[in-house]
Every structure is written in C-alpha cells, then in structure tokens.
C-alpha cells in the first residue's frame, strides 16, 4: 500500500494543523495505522496510532491532550489534527500502516510509510 501525507506548513506556536495520510488501496482499513514525526538530529519519534477500526488509540506523552488521531475506511484516510502546537513539535511528520489491524506503535512493526510532511512551528 502507498501512503501519501499532506497539511504541513508554517505555524504559530499555539495554532494548530491536521495533517491527512490518504492510502492507495482498501486493504488499509484491515491495518494499523500511526504518525511518527523525526526532527532535524533526532530519531524518529512515535506520536499516535490507531488500530483497523480507529476504536482504540494510543498516544505518546508528548502528544496527549493536544493531538488526536482518526481515520475513515471509507477513504482510506487517516488524520492528526494537532493543536496547541509547540516549538519543538517541529518534524516531519511520517504515517505508517501494518498488516495486522492491531494497534502497534514502534517504527519497528510499520512496513509502510509515507513520503513525510514538514511542519513548523514558530515561536
């Protein structure tokens, strides 16, 4: 399966974005899906993760209280809208799929991913 992330961009720290991840086939609704983000010298970090039917979500920390993850199998699609955004959420953010609809969040257990999508936040 192919994923493609889009919403990055440029914001204030205190703003928001939503990110989307669109797959290219409707296997995706049977895997689990996450958001990992890597920022410049750091490795890359999980953020959020849900499993096949988006019932049961896992957050890291970090990202409790401010982000939340969703998708829609009827568009193979699988958003992270972000909110009170912080300086050092600045990334590029990657979703994942895996086979295996159960919810996994190590970088480890994802065999798919996305092109990745920047985003800034300005203090």
């Known amino acids: 399966v192919q994923l493609q992330a889009s919403g990055g961009g440029l914001v204030q720290a205190g703003g928001s974005l939503r990110l989307s991840c669109a797959a290219s086939?409707?296997?995706?609704?049977?895997?689990?899906a996450g958001w990992f983000r890597q920022a410049p010298g750091k490795e890359r970090e999980f953020v959020a993760a849900l499993n096949w039917s988006g019932r049961s979500t896992y957050y890291a920390d970090s990202a409790k209280g401010r982000f939340t993850i969703s998708r829609d199998n009827a568009k193979n699609t699988v958003d992270l809208q972000m909110s009170s955004l912080k300086p050092e959420d600045t990334a590029v953010y990657y979703c994942?799929?895996?086979?295996?609809?159960?919810?996994?969040?190590?970088?480890?257990?994802?065999?798919?991913w996305g092109q990745g999508t920047l985003v800034t936040v300005s203090s």
């Open positions: 086939q409707r296997t995706f609704s049977s895997y689990a």
């Open positions: 994942a799929a895996a086979q295996g609809g159960w919810l996994k969040a190590s970088t480890y257990d994802y065999g798919y």
